[in-house]
């Protein structure tokens, strides 16, 4: 189970450089990509990620959830 917690940390890479390792981690590779890339959207995506962090975790433990049940466990 993916937590909101590791992502802020996560997010706090940004600091050093390292933009859009919370999306990564939360399973957004595509716009993971876009964020290293373009240092979080210009900064504003990173910002607003702050926002979006916790429904982004949400998101990515059931979407694990809906994947482990259709594997049949």
């Known amino acids: 189970m993916k937590t909101s ?3 802020y940390l996560l997010w706090l890479l940004s600091f050093v450089g390292f933009f859009g390792m919370h999306r ?5 590779w595509i716009t993971g990509i876009i964020w290293f890339l373009t240092g979080g959207l210009f900064l504003i995506g ?3 990620d702050l926002f979006l962090i916790p429904a982004m975790t949400q998101r990515a433990n059931f979407k694990t ?3 482990f049940v259709k594997a049949g466990y």
């Open 24 to 28: 990564f981690y939360n399973g957004k």
């Open 46 to 48: 990173q910002i607003v």
């Open 5 to 7: 917690g590791v992502s």
């Open 65 to 67: 959830r809906v994947e």
